[in-house]
């Protein structure tokens, strides 16, 4: 009995595509994604170009937090520009007002007390665990692990009571003055820091293990937004997206300022300068932070909080003005001519959370400065996207942004 | 001590550049015709691989040179930065050389320059506004720029269409803060600006 042979045809999916793409020609598709889209992360818009998911041509549209900071501090003293710094960076106030007031003194030469400098490294390493925590959350609430984000949100709201109590403000704390900071630490404040950073370590931990070795947060951030040594020192990055790169730089040890120089810690380096490197470098960051922290309160050094010199910068205490002719003066001319600057240009730059916070101020003397220039990092960081997003899925844009962390009030300014 | 070297070293390629007064860092002025060969000296054979800032300063509305751009630079190896700055020829219609061949990042410093100062970068490949809208009128870090702004038509025909032909921006009350532009800089006492409706000054018809 003849038997009957039937063939089977294996599906050839990958063939019939194939022959599909010849037959139709793909028509590319203009998203506009943002200026209020969650991943964004405040208002960012990106006008993508894609061909199918594949993005195919990316350009970041700014401006939409734009205040014109520059023209603001050239029309206003020294001292009255302290709050608009908050805003630049507003997830690390405490560190941009650090950064403007050291670059204000350098351009007076004046040098602040040890405490002052030892204070200023405490808070702004604190921001910069509020600003990694919240950075981190975000990232990876994008890609969708929620529960990091419960995690990290209520350490930094530990961190936030802590700000609460130093300066009075959870968040625009305006805390840094022109040689010095507004008051002393409370009493037990130091404390109650070394029991957060006791506390937090171990949470730190726990996000690791829920990160580090997940497999689907491995698959969404590794090998994606890849950003090569070359380019991410061609396109001015700094600061952790920078390190992830694999660029052995960083400020705090390389140029040291406010006594950096004394503190013990290393700087993390990522290999490939994906997403996946970047998130590993912020979490040894954090890490480090605590060190200088703990390091920075152990050997916190007695003495004035701003220089008792400086008697034409620093206003007077609230009590020796309202007793003393001298400090009365004082007062009203600093309240209303401002500070007294000399001539001259400098630039200077910190390492904040995001990366090099920099301050190009020309001064003709006198209260107000000429131009000031802000060079917010995130400006550049953000710069690169119209490079990594290229040829990357539309999914893999949540990633990358959340990865780059960047902060729009500062790039926009 | 290196900032004798470097000048040295830096007018083998540009005999013109000079001194720049500065409080921190060497600081050059250079011809901005000798620019681009400046910093790529710079970054090529003294290790100056990061264009951190490149900016403006308008030096006051009758100074000439108007426009002076300015660029800070930063070696990854030696951890110092370096400035170099560059008079605009023209003070109406001002122009500066492209850095985007030797930093990739310039380009949106440069479209931001731009922007805020109306420097047109030569050879740059996509000169737009970056931080303003596209068809806004003016470059509001010029000096010549209130700090209140100019009220300026909304061209967008769409919200145009909705909120009539012109749309007037409601005016400041209390802040910020202006000076008086009249007095010497240093010696400007800013005050509250009230610009609030009142009886004195109605709310314009629109």
Same mark, same amino acid.
């Given at each position: 009995?003849?038997?009957?042979?039937?063939?089977?045809?294996?599906?050839?999916?990958?063939?019939?595509?194939?022959?599909?793409?010849?037959?139709?020609?793909?028509?590319?598709?203009?998203?506009?994604?943002?200026?209020?889209?969650?991943?964004?992360?405040?208002?960012?818009?990106?006008?993508?170009?894609?061909?199918?998911?594949?993005?195919?041509?990316?350009?970041?549209?700014?401006?939409?937090?734009?205040?014109?900071?520059?023209?603001?501090?050239?029309?206003?003293?020294?001292?009255?520009?302290?709050?608009?710094?908050?805003?630049?960076?507003?997830?690390?106030?405490?560190?941009?007002?650090?950064?403007?007031?050291?670059?204000?003194?350098?351009?007076?030469?004046?040098?602040?007390?040890?405490?002052?400098?030892?204070?200023?490294?405490?808070?702004?390493?604190?921001?910069?665990?509020?600003?990694?925590?919240?950075?981190?959350?975000?990232?990876?609430?994008?890609?969708?692990?929620?529960?990091?984000?419960?995690?990290?949100?209520?350490?930094?709201?530990?961190?936030?009571?802590?700000?609460?109590?130093?300066?009075?403000?959870?968040?625009?704390?305006?805390?840094?003055?022109?040689?010095?900071?507004?008051?002393?630490?409370?009493?037990?404040?130091?404390?109650?820091?070394?029991?957060?950073?006791?506390?937090?370590?171990?949470?730190?931990? /726990?996000? *690791?293990?829920? =990160?580090?070795? !997940?497999?689907?947060?491995? #698959? @969404?951030? $590794?090998?994606?937004?890849?950003?090569?040594?070359?380019?991410?020192?061609?396109?001015?990055?700094?600061?952790?997206?920078?390190?992830?790169?694999?660029?052995?730089?960083?400020?705090?040890?390389?140029?040291?300022?406010?006594?950096?120089?004394?503190? /013990?810690? *290393?700087?993390? =380096?990522?290999? !490939?300068?994906?997403?996946? #490197? @970047?998130? $590993?470098?912020?979490?040894?960051?954090?890490?480090?932070?605590?060190?200088?922290?703990?390091?920075?309160?152990?050997?916190?050094?007695?003495?004035?909080?701003?220089?008792?010199?400086?008697?034409?910068?620093?206003?007077?205490?609230?009590?020796?003005?309202?007793?003393?002719?001298?400090?009365?003066?004082?007062?009203?001319?600093?309240?209303?001519?401002?500070?007294?600057?000399?001539?001259?240009?400098?630039?200077?730059?910190?390492?904040?959370?995001?990366?090099?916070?920099?301050?190009?101020?020309?001064?003709?003397?006198?209260?107000?400065?000429?131009?000031?220039?802000?060079?917010?990092?995130?400006?550049?960081?953000?710069?690169?996207?119209?490079?990594?997003?290229?040829?990357?899925?539309?999914?893999?844009?949540?990633?990358?942004?959340?990865?780059?962390?960047?902060?729009?009030?500062?790039?926009?300014? | 001590?290196?900032?004798?070297?470097?000048?040295?070293?830096?007018?083998?390629?540009?005999?013109?550049?000079?001194?720049?007064?500065?409080?921190?860092?060497?600081?050059?002025?250079?011809?901005?015709?000798?620019?681009?060969?400046?910093?790529?000296?710079?970054?090529?054979?003294?290790?100056?691989?990061?264009?951190?800032?490149?900016?403006?300063?308008?030096?006051?509305?009758?100074?000439?040179?108007?426009?002076?751009?300015?660029?800070?630079?930063?070696?990854?190896?030696?951890?110092?930065?370096?400035?170099?700055?560059?008079?605009?020829?023209?003070?109406?219609?001002?122009?500066?050389?492209?850095?985007?061949?030797?930093?990739?990042?310039?380009?949106?410093?440069?479209?931001?320059?731009?922007?805020?100062?109306?420097?047109?970068?030569?050879?740059?490949?996509?000169?737009?506004?970056?931080?303003?809208?596209?068809?806004?009128?003016?470059?509001?870090?010029?000096?010549?720029?209130?700090?209140?702004?100019?009220?300026?038509?909304?061209?967008?025909?769409?919200?145009?269409?909705?909120?009539?032909?012109?749309?007037?921006?409601?005016?400041?009350?209390?802040?910020?803060?202006?000076?008086?532009?009249?007095?010497?800089?240093?010696?400007?006492?800013?005050?509250?600006?009230?610009?609030?409706?009142?009886?004195?000054?109605?709310?314009?018809?629109?």
């Amino acid at each position: 009995m003849p038997t009957e042979t039937t063939e089977y045809n294996a599906p050839d999916s990958g063939g019939k595509a194939a022959a599909a793409a010849q037959e139709f020609e793909t028509e590319h598709l203009e998203v506009s994604m943002g200026p209020s889209h969650p991943s964004t992360h405040g208002v960012l818009r990106l006008n993508l170009e894609l061909d199918g998911e594949v993005v195919q041509k990316c350009d970041p549209v700014l401006g939409y937090l734009h205040r014109g900071d520059e023209k603001i501090a050239e029309n206003m003293t020294y001292n009255q520009f302290v709050p608009y710094t908050d805003r630049l960076d507003y997830l690390a106030p405490l560190a941009n007002n650090a950064a403007y007031a050291m670059a204000v003194e350098k351009l007076a030469n004046l040098e602040v007390p040890e405490r002052c400098q030892a204070i200023r490294v405490v808070t702004s390493e604190l921001a910069r665990i509020s600003a990694h925590l919240l950075g981190l959350g975000a990232y990876t609430m994008d890609v969708g692990a929620l529960t990091v984000f419960m995690i990290t949100f209520t350490e930094r709201e530990k961190l936030y009571t802590l700000f609460e109590e130093l300066t009075g403000a959870r968040f625009t704390t305006s805390y840094s003055r022109i040689g010095g900071v507004t008051r002393d630490m409370p009493d037990g404040w130091t404390d109650r820091v070394m029991v957060f950073c006791e506390e937090f370590l171990p949470l730190l931990d /726990d996000v *690791e293990a829920l =990160l580090t070795r !997940n497999r689907i947060w491995f #698959d @969404r951030t $590794a090998d994606i937004g890849i950003i090569s040594k070359e380019d991410a020192i061609s396109y001015g990055l700094t600061g952790p997206n920078l390190r992830g790169s694999g660029v052995d730089l960083d400020l705090r040890r390389d140029a040291p300022y406010s006594g950096y120089e004394q503190y /013990d810690f *290393e700087v993390p =380096l990522g290999e !490939n300068g994906d997403c996946y #490197d @970047r998130y $590993a470098v912020r979490m040894e960051e954090m890490r480090q932070s605590v060190r200088i922290v703990r390091q920075a309160i152990a050997k916190m050094p007695g003495g004035p909080f701003y220089a008792e010199e400086a008697k034409k910068i620093y206003a007077p205490r609230k009590d020796k003005i309202l007793t003393s002719m001298e400090e009365l003066i004082q007062n009203f001319m600093i309240t209303t001519e401002g500070p007294d600057m000399p001539a001259g240009e400098v630039y200077f730059e910190a390492e904040n959370p995001k990366g090099a916070l920099g301050f190009y101020i020309v001064s003709k003397g006198g209260g107000v400065p000429y131009r000031m220039k802000i060079r917010g990092p995130s400006f550049n960081n953000l710069s690169v996207l119209e490079k990594v997003c290229l040829g990357g899925m539309i999914s893999d844009i949540s990633a990358i942004l959340g990865s780059l962390d960047f902060v729009m009030g500062e790039c926009d300014r | 001590m290196i900032a004798q070297d470097l000048k040295a070293a830096l007018q083998e390629s540009c005999p013109d550049l000079e001194d720049r007064d500065s409080l921190d860092w060497p600081a050059f002025n250079c011809p901005i015709s000798a620019l681009v060969d400046v910093v790529r000296v710079l970054k090529e054979d003294h290790g100056y691989d990061v264009l951190t800032d490149a900016t403006a300063i308008d030096n006051g509305v009758a100074a000439s040179p108007r426009f002076t751009v300015v660029y800070h630079l930063f070696s990854s190896q030696s951890h110092t930065y370096t400035r170099i700055a560059a008079n605009c020829d023209d003070d109406s219609e001002p122009t500066a050389p492209t850095l985007t061949d030797l930093f990739k990042g310039a380009n949106w410093m440069e479209r931001e320059t731009f922007d805020l100062f109306g420097i047109r970068y030569e050879g740059h490949p996509d000169l737009r506004r970056i931080l303003m809208w596209d068809d806004y009128p003016h470059h509001p870090l010029r000096k010549d720029f209130p700090l209140a702004g100019f009220e300026n038509e909304i061209s967008d025909p769409e919200i145009a269409a909705n909120t009539g032909v012109k749309v007037k921006p409601a005016p400041m009350a209390g802040g910020p803060f202006v000076a008086q532009q009249s007095c010497f800089e240093s010696k400007r006492e800013p005050v509250a600006k009230d610009e609030s409706w009142n009886e004195q000054n109605e709310k314009p018809d629109s």
